[in-house]
């Protein structure tokens, strides 16, 4: 199997995490795609995700998965005797899914946003609009304050332990720092949280 991925991006960032926890690292070949120079968007890696975007799995027949999420529901179903980490019981699988889709929505997406419009990272093929940036950057603080407020006497985010929502809402919160978006000092619930997770082996994959 192969992840075609760029190492500094917080997506494929979110993946190596989730494969690291699951024991699965050693199972795929990474390779490194160059978004700033533009190869996501040459004929072989479209034919792979019409898309364009990172990162993507080719399985060993040649099917490929596009998303963050659907590559990591493949690993979860496809390895059952690993760490589960998208639930077990129908209650624990609804409150990760309702928490990866805040994250997703609420603090990554404007995460994006914020970095796409701001720092002018994809000019040559997108129209930054500084004022949206500065706007989505307004909804991360807005959603980093919620989860501080969340985090109060809680270990993990949700079902009691470590799950894929804590790894999302951390590379979201590390790919923040890249447009000064930090985490408050009043927010010493989610300053724990970041340090607990941070403190992981996962965290450095």
């Known amino acids: 199997m192969k992840i075609f991925e760029t190492r500094t991006a917080p997506n494929p960032r979110r993946v190596r995490m989730f494969l690291a926890e699951k024991g699965l690292l050693e199972q795929v070949q990474f390779e490194q795609v160059d978004i700033q120079q533009g190869e996501n968007l040459t004929p072989e890696f479209v034919a792979r ?3 364009k975007k990172v990162p ?5 027949d040649g099917n490929c998965v596009a998303e963050t999420m659907a590559i990591c529901r493949y690993f979860e179903e496809a390895f059952p005797d690993s760490p589960c980490l998208l639930g077990e019981t129908a209650l624990e ?3 990760i899914e309702q928490w990866l889709r805040w994250i997703d929505f609420y603090f ?3 995460t994006g946003m914020c970095f796409q419009h701001t720092t002018g990272y994809f000019k040559d093929r997108m129209t930054p609009v500084q004022a949206w940036g500065e706007e989505c950057g307004k909804s991360v603080e807005q959603f980093m304050h919620f ?3 969340a985090l109060d006497g809680q270990e993990y985010i949700c079902a009691n ?3 894929a929502a804590d790894i999302n809402a951390f590379t979201t919160v590390a790919f923040a720092r890249v447009v000064n978006l930090r985490i408050k000092p ?3 619930h989610l300053q724990a949280w970041y340090d607990r997770i941070k403190a992981r082996p996962s965290a450095q994959a």
């Open 186 to 188: 009043e927010h010493s």
């Open 108 to 110: 990554m997406m404007p």
């Open 49 to 51: 995700n019409p898309m």
């Open 56 to 60: 993507v799995l080719e399985l060993d």
């Open 93 to 95: 699988k609804a409150q």
């Open 147 to 149: 989860l501080n407020d």
């Open 161 to 163: 332990r470590y799950t």
